[in-house]
């Protein structure tokens, strides 16, 4: 209903935007006959104003309720936060991929012992166990993702 009557006042500024000379007469005719009839006098204006803050005042209330809904239910949302020390798998995945050839879990753990990171080779084999990123080679090698092979 609103693009309706938004299109039609846009299809009247355009006509007026054309037509200057007949908007100007067309409005004109439309203030004497609204003064004629009484429509521009003081207490009209109150009378009518009044009714349309009656009509809107429960349109307020509804939006006001709808607010002070919104935020309750905003307050209760909980954010969860990424830790900041990445997990052990985000660990020895970057370190895998980085590297580029397949570990095992305690050439792994030394490599990231090396750079700072106390994660023992048990703890390593089972996240790499559970995690689908994580492909295991012969001779419990894992490796990131899967494995390239030359096409001939």
Same mark, same amino acid.
């Given at each position: ?90 660990? $020895? $995945? ?59």
């Amino acid at each position: 209903m609103f693009q309706l009557f938004g299109a039609g006042v846009n299809r009247l500024a355009v006509l007026a935007a054309h037509n200057p000379l007949a908007a100007t007469a067309a409005v004109s005719g439309l203030l004497w006959w609204c003064h004629r009839h009484g429509y521009l006098t003081r207490d009209s204006w109150r009378r009518r104003l009044s009714q349309a803050g009656g009509v809107a005042k429960p349109m307020l209330e509804l939006a006001q309720a709808g607010m002070a809904e919104h935020r309750a239910l905003s307050n209760s949302l909980l954010v969860v936060e990424p830790p900041a020390y990445p997990t052990s798998e985000q660990l $020895a $995945a970057r370190y895998l991929a980085r590297c580029g050839q397949p570990l095992t879990p305690g050439e792994l753990r030394d490599a990231l012992a090396r750079r700072g990171h106390t994660v023992s080779a048990a703890q390593l084999k089972r996240d790499m166990q559970t995690h689908g990123a994580f492909v295991r080679a012969p001779g419990d090698l894992w490796t990131v993702g899967r494995q390239v092979r030359k096409r001939i």
